[in-house]
Every structure is written in C-alpha cells, then in structure tokens.
C-alpha cells in the first residue's frame, strides 16, 4: 500500500515537475538562510567564547535562561512585547479588511484607483524615513499635530517624551503605512467572488450589508483565516527596526521589547549566548502560537495551515 502510494506522488511529481523547478529556488533560500543558520542556536546553552569558536565553548546547559527569567527587565520586557502585539493584532488586523471591502464597494474605478494608490504608497516609504516623518510630524515645536492642538487653544505636547503614547504611536503608524498594502491579498479575493452572487442577492432584495455579510466575508474568509494564523505566529516579532528608531531613554519603561532588548545585551554588551537564549525563547513562543492557532482554526472550521 505505501508502495503504490509513493509510485502516485512520484507520478503526480513527474507530471508537474515545472512547478516544482519553480520552488527549487524557493527551498534552497530557505535552506541557506533559515535552517543553516539554526546551527548557532547552541550558543544559547553554551559560554560563548569568539575565540574558541561555537563547537569549542563550554556547555552550560539552561543556565542564560535561567538568568533571562530572573532579570528584573524580564516582565518589563515581556509586558511591552505582548501589548505592542495584541494591540497591532487588534487594531491592524481587521482594517485592511475593511478597506479591501469598502474598496470593492466602490462604484467610480478612479475614484478607487486614487484611494489605492494613496493607501499603498506608505508601505514603500523606508523604516529610518518612516521613523524621522513621525518624529517630526509630532514635534512640540515644528510638527503639524501640535499646531493643529494648539490651534484649540491647548499646550503642544511632547508625544515622543512620554511613555504611555508610545504604543499607540507605534500602532496607529503601522497602520498609515501598511494598511493598503495589507489589503491587497483581500481585494484580490473580492474580485474571484462571482458577480452572478452579488446580482441574485439584489434581486432576492438583499440590502448591501447583507451582500457584504452573506457574500464578501465568507468569499475571503480561508484568507483571512490564513492572515490570522500567521499574524498571532509572529506576534512576538515587533517590527525590531521601528522600534530602535523610535526609543529613547525618556521611554525605555514602554518601548523596549525582546528584539530591541536582545540587540543591546547581545550586539552592545557582548552577551551572545544570553541574547541568544532570549531569542530562542520568543521563537518557542511563536511556535507554540502558530500551532495553536491553526489546531483551533482546523476545528472550529475547515481553513487551516496545515
């Protein structure tokens, strides 16, 4: 039996080898640059040593976890992480959803063809441009939301100075910039869905919220199923680059998360084998939450990873 089943996906394999050339280059990027570089996850239970070398420096078992889940900035550090990832997954997980349906709502082609192109230009502008635009646009003396408070009458406030604005900072500018292009992936759904559905349910006297109810979710829904199970995967991984940039000492309380915090013990402080358990740590993690996430997804419905 596990003959002949080995001979038919050897024969489906033969009879489709172009697609499979075409992920030959897929797998080898892969191969070279995420699981040939997992060989120096050892340094994580090991004293490294540059001058011994990975293989030569003395095992230490969980001894830098250990000392990782001891720090005091351990729950600090934590706490900022999972915030700045439920909040993003609150906030910019479903509007580019919604932006994808009200798009294909739209009657005038140029009319979306401009809300388009202005919601997906963002996403091209670079993480250190990005990074100086916000801190600029929120200036206490130069940036254009100030005025517009003072405006009113009220105070300039100094937005980058001050904790507590930071995630809301960080989120809600993730969301101009990334929302176009996130949606790109539902519109694209959208427009597979066959009119003929849209046009019965007209005449059956379906009002738009029940097309949009009946008909758009669920023709996205295995996308939006996917989107989702990817998105809590990564939830961890804050976007390292923004964050750096967007630091300061007046807001470390709040803005500094694992991979901030594993760039400076590691890369500054010398400390590889510590900051290497700390990231091996967060990756567990998103492990554990992908696989979760697509358990629950493959029994609640029948959209799944895998």
């Keep these: 039996m596990r003959k002949e089943r ?8 033969s009879q489709n080898y172009e697609i499979y050339l075409m992920l030959f280059p897929c797998l080898v990027y892969f191969i070279i640059f995420a699981y040939v570089p997992m060989y120096g996850v050892q340094i994580a239970f090991k004293d490294y040593n540059t001058g011994l070398g990975i293989w030569n420096s003395p095992w230490v078992g969980l001894k830098h976890f250990k000392n990782f889940l001891s720090m005091n900035q351990f729950y600090n550090v934590l706490g900022n992480t999972l915030l700045l990832s439920l909040y993003s997954l609150l906030v910019s997980f479903p509007l580019p959803i919604i932006l ?3 798009l294909n709502e739209m009657r005038s082609l140029g009319y979306k063809k401009v809300i388009q192109t202005v919601t997906y230009a963002p996403h091209f502008i670079s993480t250190v441009v990005m990074a100086a635009m916000i801190t600029l646009f929120l200036s206490p003396t130069a940036g254009f939301v100030n005025k517009f408070i003072e405006s009113f009458g009220h105070k300039p406030i100094n937005f980058m100075s001050q904790a507590n604005y930071f995630p809301h900072i960080y989120v809600w500018s993730g969301v101009w910039q990334h929302i176009g292009w996130n949606s790109i992936i539902y519109v694209a759904g959208l427009a597979g869905i066959n009119n003929s559905l849209y046009e019965a349910a007209t005449i059956d006297g379906a009002s738009r919220l029940q097309r949009i109810w009946h008909i758009s979710l669920p023709g996205i829904t295995p996308m939006i199923v996917i989107q989702l199970i990817l998105t809590i995967g990564g939830m961890l991984g804050s976007d390292f680059e923004k964050v750096l940039l967007l630091q300061n000492p007046s807001i470390m309380e709040r803005a500094d998360v694992l991979s901030t915090y594993t760039y400076r013990i590691g890369i500054r402080g010398g400390k590889f084998s510590l900051s290497s358990a700390v990231g091996l740590c967060g990756s567990v993690v998103n492990f554990i939450l992908i696989i979760t ?9 029948e959209t799944s990873l895998w």
């Excluded at 080995?6 to 394999?13: A, D, G, I, R, T």
């Excluded at 629950?296 to 419905?301: P, Q, S, Y």
Aim: glycine fraction near 4%; include cysteine.
């Design 6 to 13: 080995k001979k038919s996906k050897l024969h489906l394999m």
């Design 293 to 301: 996430t697509n358990f629950i997804c493959n029994k609640l419905g």
């Design 100 to 102: 994808a349906i009200s």
